[in-house]
């Protein structure tokens, strides 16, 4: 892999194992200047195409077209970005295997299925084993989101995928007794008085 260049990376060195990695990491060098550490796997795929350079060249350049660059929806669109395809951004190991879908490089496309976010509200996953799309965000509120974690427990409500918390608001089911409950082995469907969807059916 030593002097193998993929896209604007070039690998530079072999690979290493730092204590907060998940895997071991090429060595490599940006055409800016900048070091930095890829796995193999990204930098074949392509999901690393530079150090984060290209990215915010790519959205300066369109940033003067649409007019938005100060609005709180560019905002949260840049920043989804950034953490999902920036290896410098601190969120990255987290967030890069739920890069957006393809038509939401654009701002414009990305404002146009999602709109402005209420006041109070940030964008959020519904399912978090999914990445970043129409389908799968909706503006959420502070509860909202805490309680729609990756360790937390989803259910379907008619068509909609919402967190257990959210769920026994709905019903009046006690929330407390019900998590220990379900933790325990008990159907959650079954807990909360709902039939269980075709979609969940094994």
Known sequence: MIGLKFNRITVVGPTIKKPEWHHRKWQCLCDCGTPLFVTGTQLR???????????LEVLKSRSTTHGMTKTRAYHTWFGMLDRCTNPNNKAYGRYNAFAPQQRW????????????????????????EEGYSKENCRWATQSQ????????????????????????????VPYHRTVKRVRKGADVYQELGLEQPAKEQS
């Open 45 to 55: 795929n392509g999901n690393s195409k530079s150090c984060g350079c290209l990215n």
């Open 105 to 128: 490089y654009v701002f414009e496309n990305f404002y146009e299925d999602m709109g402005d976010p209420p006041p109070g509200m940030s964008i959020d996953r519904i399912n978090n």
């Open 145 to 172: 989101q805490t309680g729609n974690t990756r360790r937390s427990i989803s259910v379907f409500f008619g068509d909609e995928r919402v967190c257990l918390k959210e769920a026994c608001l709905r019903t009046g």
